[in-house]
């Protein structure tokens, strides 16, 4: 497996914020953050992707992939040295391979798929679409929001990912992961 595409073991317990665009992901992953006192790991997709649309006008590509997978485990790599017992991924490897599929007809680079397979997640936080689609200039698929959840729950399940779905409001979303994260330790 390439180097930069490795996750490096950590002592913290990494945990994913997974699903659907526009379903709170981020909000979550801070304020998880918050109450656990420790890290997240920010979306590295989204910075480079708007990045690339403010700069260029251009969406995503097959060629940006590679790049994305990159930027984001080296992220999750260097919050992981300054995390305490948890850390909150909004987002990760697993992720981008769902959506490189979904959108590239099944296509995602052989590198990512093999990474994603050997990193280490005790647990996914699977956000449902009950929440309001906000509009930006990267979030494209508004009518898609059952279908994509259907295909990252699916994910889930063919690779026997331990995951939790979150629903409901904020405060009951947040609720809901901070039992699913606690039970992690019992």
Not at 4 to 10: A, E, F, G, I, P
Not at 39 to 48: A, Q
Not at 134 to 146: F, H, Q, T, Y
Request: glycine letters at 4%; one cysteine or more; hydrophobic letters at 35%.
């Amino acid at each position: 497996m390439e180097k930069t595409l490795k996750q490096v073991d950590s002592d913290c317990l990494k945990i994913v914020l997974f699903g659907p665009e526009s379903t709170g992901k981020t909000t979550l992953a801070i304020k998880l953050a918050e109450h656990f006192k420790t890290k997240w790991v920010p979306e590295y997709m989204r910075g480079y992707l708007q990045d690339k649309w403010d700069n260029k006008k251009e969406h995503c590509t097959r060629e940006d992939l590679l790049p994305i997978a990159r930027g984001q485990i080296a992220l999750e790599n260097k919050i992981a040295e300054t995390a305490n017992q948890y850390l909150f991924c909004d987002t990760n490897l697993d992720e981008l391979t769902v959506y490189s599929k979904y959108y590239y007809e099944g296509y995602c680079p052989e590198l990512i798929l093999d990474a994603a397979s050997l990193s280490t997640y005790p647990l996914f936080l699977l956000t449902y679409i009950d929440t309001t689609w906000e509009k930006d200039d990267l979030r494209d698929r508004p009518n898609d929001r059952n279908l994509l959840f259907t295909i990252f729950e699916s994910y889930l399940k063919d690779n026997e990912l331990p995951y939790v779905i979150l629903k409901g409001t904020l405060e009951e979303r947040l609720q809901i992961a901070v039992n699913a994260v606690n039970h992690l330790c019992k």
